[in-house]
């Protein structure tokens, strides 16, 4: 795994550099101070993940915004300090893949970075209540569910909740991804788990403000 870190606080980089190297699977191929030195390095090296922190000095989200532009298949984790909601959601809307706050612990960072590369989204428990609480109904969200601990949706996970979100019920998505529709209904609660919802509009509320699904495409007429 081939990683670019970009951060304008050079203290910030030797930490997260050091924290990476410990996995042998993890190649540190530069470290970016500003928008500039990030562009030379994307152009120098082949990269599968940058790992940013957007709001430092010398970035903004228009440089997540260029990396996605000219490099569609890197990977973007963002490494923050806390942000607003709308801060994180128009992230999420920019190209970023992943989530983590930069008080996250250091195995939490390494399986952002793993998971994150092998195409999965990985957030943070923090980052996903601000971005649930961005505009949903609190009728639909268990925010004591919520916890600093990881929140991994799979790929799979990432199929069922676009299907979900677009309206298909489990037999209709058990046909598509040719599984039974007992293992989409454990898929299914196990994705609620995972959110902190409590039925079918939550998936849905999280798959448009996650950017999985365009609001004009699924239906609003769900059912618990």
């Not at 046909?175 to 293992?183: E, I, R």
Request: charged share 20%.
């Amino acid at each position: 795994m081939r990683i670019v870190i970009a951060d304008s606080n050079e203290l910030v980089c030797a930490g997260i550099r050091a924290i990476l190297n410990v996995d042998a699977t993890i190649e540190i191929v530069g470290e970016a101070n500003s928008r500039a030195e990030l562009s030379e390095l994307l152009k120098s090296f082949d990269t599968d993940l940058v790992l940013i922190d957007y709001t430092s000095d010398q970035f903004n989200i228009d440089a997540v915004l260029e990396v996605k532009t000219n490099y569609p298949s890197i990977y973007i984790l963002a490494i923050t300090p806390e942000q607003s909601p709308q801060v994180l959601v128009d992230a999420l809307k920019s190209g970023v893949t992943s989530y983590v706050k930069k008080n996250c612990s250091i195995g939490e960072i390494i399986e952002a970075v793993k998971e994150t590369c092998q195409g999965n989204k990985f957030f943070c428990g923090q980052i996903v209540e601000t971005i649930q609480q961005a505009n949903l109904n609190v009728d639909d969200i268990d925010f004591e569910a919520f916890s600093c601990d990881a929140v991994l949706i799979s790929k799979r996970e990432q199929e069922i909740i676009v299907l979900i979100a677009e309206g298909f019920k489990n037999t209709q998505i058990a046909d598509q991804l040719f599984l039974s529709s007992h293992t989409i209904n454990t898929h299914r609660k196990n994705i609620m788990s995972k959110l902190g919802v409590k039925n079918t509009a939550g998936i849905v509320m999280y798959a448009v403000k996650s950017n999985l699904v365009s609001p004009n495409k699924f239906l609003f007429s769900v059912s618990n």
